[in-house]
């Protein structure tokens, strides 16, 4: 990992090495190109990698992460909210500045109102002189709040102006009565207001001009620029596409008619504004007076009413008269709390107890969350050295619990982990301790079971033995007595396990000593059943089948005595199957009569087949056990084949019943045949 670093390094520095050569020795070409922007590409991926490497070790711990978290939330929003604040104050002081100018305007719209009807009734009493007398003077001393004032007067053919309105003709198309609005004449524009009584007109104007707009910002706390005939975008689907003003952008195209060197600086709709009407001077920015507050930086705009033509008095789409404004934030708010009774200063006072107020409160929040963050790191930092001591072996150590909260309770949790953990290790010890011992039971009841298969003279045995647990409790048992007699026992005692397989020993031996006293048959059983019941200790329930063979005469003999144990079949040398039931009791139950015992021929190529209930009792998927039924069909069908074939042919049946699922009990399965030589070396692929 720390070679990663040095790789990054060494190929960073490889690539500026070739740029450095190729920038050199080819600043032009496409190859230098694709160089620097690879490498440029490289940077930022060098630089993300390290930002993220930064990022994880500056929030590894939880302490850590949840400071940068509270420092994200807890003043992030400071600067968004001062950004809201500040394009929410420029606004409002933009547009409370547009509303003043507003104001004014129509203070001299009624002014020109005033002046042009007082004119109009001199104009119809005493004639058109009398009147541009009356305006004459109102242009010399214009009535508040007018800065300029132009004028008309027609009587008849008889037309006077003044000086500021020559080459202006009376507009005709104005009907009786009063008209008022924005006029434009070639470049001017003018807001007017028209008086007609017949033939008489009186026309009282007010240009919309440079020198206009300063006689306004001489008397304003705003500075205002008027720009005529500017045009009002809109989209090509026809819908209102808004108006695009920009400050400073020296970069379009001059107006119409103007030199390389005519601009001033301002552009309404993508067109250059006339220094004409906005001098470019206007757009630098002069400290004022007073720090920040002062300077006049708030720029916004008011569009005037759709001009007309002075000449037929049609609108001109989209072309408008623009007032551009111009204040500081300090004019704004004298004009706007400007009151005798110095409310401004009250709502300053209660402006700075509010911010007081909420300046304690988030001080005490501040507070809250550090308290919060050192808490839930040091519970945190118990946290990570309970897992590191008991990761590390230490079972013992505990947490100790010193909130009631989430982590307290997780804290509880680790503890009763632990326990649990140490609990666990215990159980696992002892069941590892319990699963050797098993084992080496399973070794000793194995190596008490004879071979699997076996000769005896003219008996072949062959066996397979499956226990269904560690411990089995089945057993079976050759015993030869001379050349041509052999017993064999088969034997079952109820449940699995350490015990089971005990009693299985103990009955195993019983019957090996008891047979070599000479004992067999029902005497036997009656002699093991007496050792059985005169134990004081608690025992299981055992079957037990006995069989002896004689194959010392041509015909044979077999001797079955049962104590409970399943029915063995006998298949004679043509495959008949007959089944050998002798009904009894266990062993372990006291016993009214004698157990039974059947004899039958066992001339050679005969077979007999003895086994466990573990056999009849398998289950397949659907519950179905194989039942008697079930084997002595199959036997049936396979009556011919000898021993070894037999007893690997039941077992795949089997296999095929229970279709790959596990034996329920232990299961036995014995096969002898008289007159076989087959060895051991036929013995069954599973047999153990």
Not at 638 to 662: E, I, K, W
Request: net charge neutral; glycine share 10%.
């Amino acid at each position: 990992m720390r070679s990663r670093p040095l790789r990054i390094a060494a190929v960073t520095l490889g690539a500026l090495a070739v740029e450095r050569v190729l920038a050199t020795v080819t600043p032009d070409s496409t190859l230098h190109a694709v160089v620097a922007v690879l490498l440029f590409l490289w940077g930022a991926v060098v630089a993300f990698m390290v930002l993220r490497w930064l990022w994880r070790k500056l929030t590894y711990r939880v302490g850590a992460r949840l400071f940068w978290s509270y420092l994200l939330i807890g003043l992030v929003p400071f600067p968004l909210l001062a950004l809201l604040g500040v394009a929410a104050v420029y606004m409002f002081v933009g547009q409370y500045t547009a509303v003043r100018f507003g104001e004014t305007l129509r203070r001299c719209e009624e002014a020109l109102a005033s002046t042009g009807g007082d004119a109009a009734r001199r104009l119809t009493e005493r004639g058109a002189q009398a009147a541009a007398d009356l305006l004459a003077q109102s242009e010399r001393t214009p009535p508040a709040p007018l800065p300029r004032l132009e004028w008309i007067v027609a009587d008849g053919d008889k037309v006077l102006r003044s000086a500021g309105a020559a080459g202006l003709a009376p507009p005709k198309w104005v009907g009786e009565g009063r008209w008022s609005g924005d006029l434009r004449a070639g470049t001017a524009a003018y807001s007017v207001q028209i008086e007609r009584d017949g033939g008489r007109l009186v026309a009282c104007l007010l240009p919309l001009d440079l020198a206009t707009a300063r006689s306004f910002s001489e008397r304003a706390w705003f500075t205002v620029r008027l720009a005529a005939g500017r045009v009002w975008k809109r989209s090509e689907d026809g819908h209102d596409g808004g108006l695009s003003i920009s400050v400073g952008d020296d970069k379009s195209k001059p107006p119409a008619g103007q030199g390389k060197g005519a601009s001033s600086g301002v552009s309404i709709g993508g067109e250059k504004v006339s220094p004409d009407e906005v001098e470019p001077e206007w757009t630098k920015f002069a400290a004022g007076k007073g720090g920040p507050l002062e300077r006049p930086w708030v720029i916004w705009f008011r569009p005037g009413p759709l001009l007309r033509s002075w000449d037929d008095g049609k609108e001109l789409t989209h072309w408008h008269v623009v007032a551009l404004l111009r204040t500081s934030l300090g004019a704004a708010w004298r004009d706007f709390s400007a009151s005798p009774y110095q409310t401004g200063d009250t709502f300053l006072v209660a402006l700075e107890i509010i911010g007081a107020v909420c300046a304690v409160l988030y001080g005490i929040a501040v507070a809250l969350a550090a308290v919060q963050i050192l808490t839930i790191t040091r519970s945190t930092a118990r946290l990570t050295r309970g897992a590191r001591e008991v990761g590390a072996g230490n079972l013992d150590y505990r947490i100790p619990v010193k909130r009631r909260d989430q982590l307290g309770d997780l804290a509880v949790s680790f503890n009763s982990m632990a326990d649990s953990v140490k609990a666990m290790l215990v159980a696992v010890a002892e069941k590892e301790h319990l699963a050797r011992e098993l084992e080496l039971a399973r070794e000793i009841q194995e190596g008490l079971l004879p071979p699997t298969s076996a000769v005896h003279g003219e008996i072949t045995m062959f066996a397979h033995f499956r226990p269904a647990a560690e411990v089995g409790g089945d057993y079976f048992d050759v015993i030869p007595l001379d050349g041509s007699r052999l017993i064999v026992a088969v034997g079952d005692v109820a449940g699995h396990g350490v015990s089971t397989g005990l009693l299985m020993a103990i009955v195993k031996s019983a019957v090996a000593t008891l047979v070599r006293e000479g004992r067999g048959g029902v005497d036997l059983m009656q002699r093991l059943n007496s050792l059985i019941l005169d134990n004081p200790r608690r025992h299981r329930t055992t079957t037990l089948l006995l069989v002896e063979l004689d194959s010392s005469t041509p015909a044979g003999e077999v001797r079955l005595t049962s104590a409970g144990h399943p029915p063995a079949f006998v298949i004679s040398a043509a495959g008949e199957v007959s089944e050998v039931m002798l009904s009894a009791l266990p062993l372990g139950h006291p016993w009214p009569d004698a157990p039974l015992t059947a004899t039958r021929p066992f001339p050679a190529g005969s077979r007999l087949v003895a086994y466990s209930d573990g056999l009849v009792e398998a289950q397949n998927a659907n519950g179905e056990a194989l039942g008697y039924d079930g084997l002595q069909r199959t036997l049936s069908r396979h009556g011919m084949l000898r021993a070894g074939d037999l007893l690997r042919t039941l077992l795949a049946d089997l296999d095929r019943h229970v279709s790959g699922g596990s034996l329920a009990d232990d299961l036995t399965v014995l096969v002898v045949e008289r007159g076989s030589r087959e060895r051991p070396g036929g013995e069954p692929d599973r047999g153990v």
